[in-house]
T-cell receptor, first 114, second 113 residues
Framework: QKEVEQNSGPLSVPEGAIASLNCTYS??????FFWYRQYSGKSPELIMF????GDKEDGRFTAQLNKASQYVSLLIRDSQPSDSATYLC??????????????FGTGTRLTIIP | GAGVSQSPSNKVTEKGKDVELRCDPI?????LYWYRQSLGQGLEFLIY????????KSGLPSDRFSAERTGGSVSTLTIQRTQQEDSAVYLC???????????FGPGTRLTVT
C-alpha cells in the first residue's frame, strides 16, 4: 500500500461548482497534511496545510481531515477555470527508522469546464 | 519577499558529463530539500538538509548523485556521469521548520542527450 494515494483523475467540474479532491494516507500517526497546486510546466505551489487538530478554510479553499478513515480532502468552492491544475497531497510521516519525511501523492488532475 | 531560486532553469548535457544545479532557499529557512520529478510522475525525494546537521541522503538514487549546502544557505546538487534516465525536473524546496510547509523553487529541467 502506498503511503499517500490520490485518484489521478482527470476530475472534471463545471465552472462555479464545488470541486472535491481526496487523498488517503496509511500512517495513522500522521499529523501534518499539505495541499499543493501544480500548473503544467510549473513547480508545486503551497495552497493550504492543516494539522490533526482541525480543518481550515481560506477563501474558496477548505481542507478537511477525517482521521478515522485516514483521508484528507480539499474543497474548492465556486470553481474557476484558473483552478485547472494538478493538485498534490503531501503527508508528514515518520519512517520505521524514526526519520521524518514529507510523502507526496502523485496528484489529481482537475479540469474546470467553463 | 524573495522565494526559492534555482539555476539554471534549463540544462542540456551529453551523456557522461557532470552537471551542477544550484538552489538558493528563502532567507531564514533552515531546512532545504531536493526532489526530482519525471514527466507525468510524482515527486521523488532526493536529499534533505537541516541547519548544520548531517544531511539525510536516503533518497539519492545512486552514488553519482551528491549535494552540499554551504553556510547553511545555498545548496548545490551534483550529478556525475549523467545518464539519460537522469532527465527530469529537479526541484528545490525550503521550509522554516523541518518537514513542515515547503516552498518550491521554479526547478531546473535537465535533459541528458
Amino acid at each position: 500500500q502506498k503511503e499517500v494515494e490520490q485518484n489521478s483523475g482527470p476530475l472534471s467540474v463545471p465552472e462555479g461548482a464545488i470541486a472535491s479532491l481526496n487523498c488517503t494516507y496509511s500512517d495513522r500517526g500522521s499529523q501534518s497534511f499539505f495541499w499543493y497546486r501544480q500548473y503544467s510546466g510549473k513547480s508545486p505551489e503551497l495552497i493550504m496545510f492543516i494539522y490533526s487538530n482541525g480543518d481550515k478554510e481560506d477563501g474558496r479553499f477548505t481542507a478537511q481531515l477525517n482521521k478515522a478513515s485516514q483521508y484528507v480532502s480539499l474543497l474548492i468552492r465556486d470553481s474557476q477555470p484558473s483552478d485547472s491544475a494538478t493538485y498534490l497531497c503531501a503527508v508528514r510521516v515518520i519512517s520505521n527508522f524514526g526519520n521524518e519525511k514529507l510523502t507526496f501523492g502523485t496528484g489529481t488532475r482537475l479540469t474546470i469546464i467553463p | 519577499g524573495a522565494g526559492v531560486s534555482q539555476s539554471p532553469s534549463n540544462k542540456v548535457t551529453e551523456k557522461g558529463k557532470d552537471v551542477e544545479l544550484r538552489c538558493d532557499p528563502i532567507s531564514g529557512h533552515t531546512a532545504l530539500y531536493w526532489y526530482r520529478q519525471s514527466l507525468g510522475q510524482g515527486l521523488e525525494f532526493l536529499i534533505y538538509f537541516q541547519g548544520n546537521s548531517a544531511p539525510d541522503k536516503s533518497g539519492l538514487p545512486s552514488d553519482r548523485f551528491s549535494a552540499e549546502r554551504t553556510g547553511g544557505s545555498v545548496s548545490t546538487l551534483t550529478i556525475q556521469r549523467t545518464q539519460q534516465e537522469d532527465s527530469a525536473v529537479y526541484l528545490c524546496a525550503s521550509s522554516p521548520v523541518r518537514w513542515n510547509e515547503q516552498y518550491f523553487g521554479p526547478g531546473t529541467r535537465l535533459t541528458v542527450t
